[in-house]
């Protein structure tokens, strides 16, 4: 089972930018193959699809809100994901979860964990 923790949050100024990390514990990525998606929920409001980055690392999907801000890599040997956010807008604020994710969809597979807060001020 691999066990995916957010880090990174914090408050960062309309137009600026900052780096999510989604860390893994438990089976690490070397030994298990799995895509991580990224989502968010801001207040009142549903959780939301992000972006999608595949086991490869090459394969990657974005929504539409994010497409051209927001860029995935990830680290296989340090079993990270990270989100790196640029040109941040007031609709971002929201927590930022990881998840396993289906690779050909945007469909999360685990429990959700605490997240981590993003908060944008103008």
């Known amino acids: 089972q691999v066990y995916l923790r957010e880090s990174g949050g914090g408050l960062v100024q309309a137009g600026?930018?900052?780096?999510?990390?989604?860390?893994?514990?438990?089976?690490?990525?070397?030994?298990?193959?799995?895509s991580v998606g990224w989502f968010r929920q801001a207040a009142g409001k549903e959780r939301e699809f992000v972006a999608r980055i595949n086991a490869d690392g090459i394969r990657t999907y974005y929504a539409d809100y994010v497409k051209g801000r927001f860029t995935l890599s990830r680290d296989n040997a340090a079993s990270t994901v990270y989100l790196?956010?640029?040109?941040?807008?007031?609709?971002?604020?929201?927590?930022?979860?990881?998840?396993?994710?289906?690779?050909?969809?945007?469909?999360?597979?685990?429990?959700?964990?605490?997240g981590t807060q993003v908060i944008v001020s103008s």
Not at 16 to 34: D, E, I, P, Q
């Open 16 to 34: 600026g930018s900052l780096s999510l990390s989604c860390t893994a514990s438990g089976r690490t990525f070397k030994s298990y193959s799995v």
């Open 84 to 114: 790196q956010m640029d040109s941040l807008i007031p609709e971002d604020p929201a927590v930022y979860y990881c998840n396993r994710v289906d690779p050909s969809s945007t469909r999360a597979l685990a429990d959700w964990g605490q």
